[in-house]
């Protein structure tokens, strides 16, 4: 079996999917299957964190022309080299020129083919660019999720947001994964003495890219009306500013530290000085950075549009309606925790992570890949 995994981009300014479609095929790659990713080189030096020091094979097709089209006339012929009888397309973007690609070779090789959609046919992202997306959904995309051989979910509610737009096709629920172990044994000083680390303080936690959707204006409003009751917190957001526009309307406050997109040992050493974990996010589809929250047991304030219902069910946080009142009310609840009863929330949230190893994750996508092979060869 032989899986080619189609992405726009792998830089880590791309987002979560720069992380998850990588981690997922390491752990492919552990249960005997051969993978490649195609993607489109956009930057000189693109980095990614992932593939460092790794044996995931990636190969990248130069960009040309308009930039967001990401456009490649080397792309389809790349792939089409590496083509064998039990190649499976497995799509993981959508709406560009890489997808139309994945697509027109699924059909014309007759290879069986998986769509990942990654949250992209919620309401509020069908709305961003949605000229341009409804002009991608009349040329391809409709026909591409009509026809798949199965549309990868990472949380159940894509299905309802896919029948929303007429999609009514077969779907398969694997979340993202989490790793649970990391390299590293000590913190990163500098990073420390770039917040003025006090170990007497609680650090809250805002973690993802910088725009509207995730929410950070609610933090930075709770934090400001609570930073007089609870003198001794301050706020580490951490996140690459995808709008700038909403980025200089933020509040920058006293005490809130916006130290930009960051990874490897400077990023697990703000994981790990932290006391709480804020995602006031209108929607996500997975969340992984909840996810790695919860890897180091830090409790977590979310919303309901993330699918983690278990942070309430299991009390390893605060799962709430978006509005400024119940983010308010969740950190101030948190913040008049003991250290021991976050601490205990913490561990909790750890417990319910550790279903969600990547290898567990890994183990059902083959079981996927299988299927659809299967049904080809019943054909």
Same mark, same amino acid.
């Given at each position: ?32 299957? %051969?993978? *490649? ?6 930057? @000189? =030096?693109?980095?990614?964190? &992932?593939?460092? !020091?790794?044996?995931? $094979? ?99 509610? %894509?299905? *309802? ?6 999609? @009514? =096709?077969?779907?398969?629920? &694997?979340?993202? !994964?989490?790793?649970? $172990? ?198």
């Amino acid at each position: 079996m032989k899986i080619i995994h189609i992405i726009e981009n792998l830089d880590n300014s791309y987002g979560g999917p720069a992380k998850s479609v990588p981690l997922l095929v390491k752990y492919l790659n552990k249960l005997d299957i %051969e993978n *490649k990713i195609f993607t489109i080189q956009i930057f @000189d =030096n693109e980095k990614n964190s &992932v593939l460092d !020091g790794s044996d995931i $094979e990636v190969l990248k097709a130069p960009i040309e022309g308009i930039r967001k089209l990401r456009y490649s006339s080397q792309l389809e012929s790349m792939i089409a080299k590496e083509i064998t009888k039990d190649t499976i397309i497995h799509v993981q973007t959508v709406w560009t020129y890489p997808t139309y690609i994945g697509y027109k070779i699924a059909k014309k090789y007759n290879l069986p083919l998986v769509v990942s959609v990654r949250g992209t046919m919620y309401e509020w992202a069908l709305n961003q660019s949605k000229y341009i997306k409804k002009f991608a959904m009349l040329l391809f995309q409709r026909d591409m999720l009509n026809n798949a051989d199965i549309i990868h979910i990472t949380e159940q509610n %894509e299905k *309802k947001a896919l029948e929303n737009i007429g999609i @009514d =096709n077969k779907t398969v629920l &694997v979340p993202n !994964g989490i790793e649970l $172990e990391n390299d590293f044994n000590e913190l990163d000083k500098n990073i420390l003495n770039k917040i003025n680390y006090d170990n007497s303080k609680r650090y809250i936690m805002f973690l993802g890219r910088i725009v509207h959707n995730k929410g950070l204006h609610y933090l930075i409003e709770s934090y400001k009306k609570l930073k007089g009751e609870y003198q001794n917190i301050e706020v580490l957001v951490v996140g690459g500013i995808e709008d700038k526009k909403y980025f200089d309307l933020l509040e920058k406050a006293e005490g809130i530290h916006f130290l930009g997109a960051l990874d490897g040992i400077k990023k697990h050493t703000l994981l790990s000085i932290s006391s709480l974990f804020v995602l006031p996010s209108k929607s996500e589809n997975f969340g992984m950075s909840i996810a790695e929250a919860m890897s180091y047991k830090i409790p977590v304030i979310t919303t309901t549009g993330t699918p983690w219902q278990e942070i309430k069910e299991k009390d390893s946080g605060w799962w709430v309606e978006l509005n400024q009142n119940n983010i308010d009310n969740s950190i101030d609840e948190a913040l008049s925790c003991s250290d021991n009863e976050l601490k205990a929330k913490g561990e909790k949230g750890f417990d319910i992570i550790r279903n969600y190893r990547w290898d567990k994750q890994a183990t059902k996508m083959k079981q996927t890949y299988e299927e659809v092979l299967k049904k080809l060869k019943g054909k």
